[in-house]
């Protein structure tokens, strides 16, 4: 089974950084498309970085010029940069990587959650 471990939340005070890692294991593929997800207690699910298959990326304006994702295809690796943070960026981060197996087979995956906490 592929499966994504996120690491690198944590509490930062307003104004610092984080670097999100989610990593993924589990078969030989190539990195499709990557999404970050926020979840806050109170508020919708909330999609804060994309990727497409080019490398293009998209972000909402609540994090534009903050926020930044990347890949790293040799070590199966996908990021979200965060600079700026907020007290409102506060939630569970959640990386989601859509990945081509070899054989053209399609994995979803999702990440197990990390928490980032901003305080004022």
């Known amino acids: 089974q592929v499966q994504l471990v996120e690491s690198g939340g944590g509490l930062v005070q307003a104004g610092g950084s984080l670097r999100l890692s989610c990593a993924a294991s589990?078969?030989?593929?190539?990195?499709?498309?990557v999404g970050w997800f926020r979840h806050a207690p109170g508020k919708e699910r909330e999609l804060v970085a994309r990727?497409?298959?080019?490398?293009?990326?998209n972000y909402p304006d609540s994090v534009k010029g903050r926020f930044t994702v990347s890949r790293d295809n040799f070590k199966n690796t996908v990021y979200l940069q965060m600079n700026g943070l907020k007290p409102e960026d506060t939630a569970v981060y959640y990386c989601?990587?859509?990945?081509?197996?070899?054989?053209?087979?399609?994995?979803?995956?999702w990440g197990q959650g990390t928490q980032v906490t901003v305080s004022s």
């Open positions: 990727m497409d298959s080019d490398g293009r990326t």
């Open positions: 989601n990587v859509l990945l081509r197996m070899t054989w053209g087979h399609l994995s979803d995956s």
């Open positions: 589990g078969g030989i593929f190539s990195i499709e498309t």
